[in-house]
T-cell receptor
Framework: ETGVTQSPTHLIKTRGQQVTLRCSSQSGHNTVSWYQQALGQGPQFIFQYYREEENGRGNFPPRFSGLQFPNYSSELNVNALELDDSALYLC???????????FGPGTRLLVL | SQQGEEDPQALSIQEGENATMNCSYKTSINNLQWYRQNSGRGLVHLILIRSNEREKHSGRLRVTLDTSKKSSSLLITASRAADTASYFCATDAMDSNYQLIWGAGTKLIIKP
């Protein structure tokens, strides 16, 4: 157990809808990273937040947005859902000074 | 796009045998990490090797790094059924601002 939790565990949405995924960081960690993992693929970096500011972004369109709160928990928002957004969404918390990331169990999103 | 490429894509061995997985990457790195993922859930950190290290051990795991060839290998000795999982390498590129870039993984099956 890493101490990182994500909610919900599963979610079904239809194309065009919006979704919010949530992540609670491990105690003491100030950095959260979000990843998208399609079936059979490795994770793709979406973005990272450090102390409530975006600290880097991968190759994802602006309809993927995020927030980090003062308690370092985080949200991933995806607008105008597309079928290809169906994936496992993983968040990972860390201390920015350390390289190891601690992952939550993920949220599996299905877009119909 | 993926930074790392794992080889093989899938590996099936008998319990007790050794399993070797390889990872190649494209850019200069600060470090390389190996993670394990069970059944499409969260990733678990296994071991980190820094760019100035050539070999590292942790229990039944042995990792090597060859920066001249931009490659790494993960050896699991005396495999157990519980080692069945997907294994991913992730690199922390020098200009990545702590972002991890992942390969597509090796699916390891240990037959009892």
């Amino acid at each position: 157990e890493t101490g990182v939790t994500q909610s919900p565990t599963h979610l079904i949405k239809t194309r065009g809808q919006q979704v919010t995924l949530r992540c609670s960081s491990q105690s003491g960690h100030n950095t959260v990273s979000w990843y998208q993992q399609a079936l059979g693929q490795g994770p793709q970096f979406i973005f990272q937040y450090y102390r409530e500011e975006e600290n880097g972004r991968g190759n994802f369109p602006p309809r993927f947005s995020g927030l980090q709160f003062p308690n370092y928990s985080s949200e991933l928002n995806v607008n105008a859902l597309e079928l290809d957004d169906s994936a496992l969404y993983l968040c990972a918390s860390s201390d920015l000074r350390e390289e190891t990331q601690y992952f939550g169990p993920g949220t599996r999103l299905l877009v119909l | 796009s993926q930074q790392g490429e794992e080889d093989p894509q899938a590996l099936s061995i008998q319990e007790g045998e050794n399993a070797t997985m390889n990872c190649s990457y494209k850019t200069s790195i600060n470090n390389l990490q190996w993670y394990r993922q069970n059944s499409g859930r969260g990733l678990v950190h296994l071991i980190l090797i820094r760019s100035n290290e050539r070999e590292k051990h942790s229990g039944r795991l042995r990792v090597t790094l060859d920066t001249s060839k931009k490659s790494s290998s993960l050896l699991i000795t005396a495999s157990r059924a519980a080692d069945t999982a997907s294994y991913f390498c992730a690199t922390d590129a020098m200009d990545s601002n702590y972002q991890l870039i992942w390969g597509a993984g090796t699916k390891l099956i240990i037959k009892p």
